[in-house]
Nanobody, 120 residues
Framework: QVQLLESGGGLVQPGESLSVSCVAS????????MAWYRQAPGKERELVAS???????DYGDSVKGRFTISRITGANTVSLQMSSLKPQDTAVYYC??????????????WGQGTQVTVSA
């Protein structure tokens, strides 16, 4: 079984910075990609940023140039550094891992989510 433990998040003012981190643990055979998604009230969950096993990185259009995703491969950790935060960045941020528990069991795994609130 795979567990994702998120940390960070909180309340900040517009223009400030904040970071969130996620550690994957448990039975992990191979990680294909790790990512951060977010979901604001009344909206669908959306991709914020992802990094794959080869180091390829994608960002959602609304965060390009402001957010930076990084992964510590040996520690199964992914972090998201968020800068120039806006009220519209307010959401629950979810860690996601796509990978294999065994050579034959592939799945998407999710953390519990951490709240990020940007407000004056």
């Amino acid at each position: 079984q795979v567990q994702l433990l998120e940390s960070g998040g909180g309340l900040v003012q517009p223009g400030e910075s904040l970071s969130v981190s996620c550690v994957a643990s448990g039975t992990i055979f191979r990680i294909v990609a790790m990512a951060w998604y977010r979901q604001a009230p009344g909206k669908e969950r959306e991709l914020v940023a992802s990094v794959n096993a080869g180091g390829g990185i994608d960002y959602g259009d609304s965060v390009k140039g402001r957010f930076t995703i990084s992964r510590i491969t040996g520690a199964n950790t992914v972090s998201l550094q968020m800068s120039s935060l806006k009220p519209q960045d307010t959401a629950v941020y979810y860690c996601n891992m796509r990978g294999y528990e065994t050579p034959f069991k592939w799945d998407d795994y999710w953390g519990q989510g951490t709240q990020v609130t940007v407000s004056a």
